[in-house]
């Protein structure tokens, strides 16, 4: 006498995000992605900032402004490069990946 049971090893099926919950991981990707950009390219050279060109790091906390400031001095050049390091990069979410291939003219700003 057997009993029909369900199956323990049934897939699940992902849950969709809702708006706002797309948003901030879009948002928590883009900021990765402006670290990428800050760590790959040399951006603390052309910085204002004293704190930028001591630690030969960009940005203290938040990448966004050192980035939109300096991003259009820095040669073609380098700028190109860059991008083939962040496209090459690491680990990364999903996200991160669909992001990666956008020009880095969408993170600049």
Request: proline share 7%.
């Amino acid at each position: 006498m057997s009993k029909n049971r369900k199956k323990r090893n049934r897939r699940r099926r992902p849950r969709r995000l809702t708006p706002d919950e797309e948003v901030a991981e879009r948002e928590v990707a883009f900021a990765a992605i402006r670290r990428v950009y800050a760590e790959s390219s040399p951006l603390w050279r052309f910085c204002r900032s004293g704190h930028c060109r001591r630690h030969k790091l960009c940005g203290s906390g938040d990448v966004r402004p050192c980035l939109s400031r300096t991003w259009p001095l820095v040669s073609e050049k380098l700028q190109d490069e860059a991008y083939r390091q962040v496209i090459a990069g690491g680990p990364a979410t999903h996200m991160e990946w669909q992001l990666r291939e956008f020009p880095p003219t969408n993170f600049v700003r």
